[in-house]
């Protein structure tokens, strides 16, 4: 059974920093593309980031560009999302997901990706 969670979430001042990562069982994560999402009360699910199998691609919503980072490591089988400089509209849900068919990035929409995590509470607030 392949099941994915997130963990690292929490409550953190404006200009602060958090770092999420998603682990997975059931399958190894090296040999997938991974996405982070984010939910925020009453708006879409949006892609935040997404990281190629290989490592070596990556890609971010220009709302995050410069202000997160997606690593993996994939001997671990864990993904990481390192969150600075956070600001109030950074709070959301927040979860990881794959599609096991692909490789590589490119895909933007929710309904592309197969496997999700249960999520992670990121709130941004002083």
């Known amino acids: 059974q392949v099941q994915f969670v997130e963990s690292g979430g929490g409550l953190v001042q404006p200009g602060g920093s958090l770092r999420l990562s998603c682990a997975a069982s059931?399958?190894?994560?090296?040999?997938?593309?991974i996405a982070w999402f984010r939910q925020a009360p009453g708006k879409e699910r949006e892609r935040v980031s997404c990281?190629?199998?290989?490592?070596?691609?990556?890609d971010y919503a220009d709302s995050v560009k410069g202000r997160f980072t997606i690593s993996r490591d994939n001997a671990k089988t864990t993904v990481y999302l390192q969150m600075n400089s956070l600001k109030p509209e950074d709070t959301a849900v927040y979860y990881c997901?794959?599609?096991?068919?692909?490789?590589?990035?490119?895909?933007?929409?929710?309904?592309?990706?197969?496997?999700w995590g249960q999520g992670t509470q990121v709130t941004v607030s002083s």
């Open positions: 990281i190629s199998s290989s490592g070596r691609n990556t």
């Open positions: 997901a794959a599609n096991l068919m692909r490789t590589l990035c490119g895909m933007d929409y929710a309904y592309e990706y197969d496997y």
């Open positions: 059931g399958l190894s994560l090296g040999y997938y593309a």
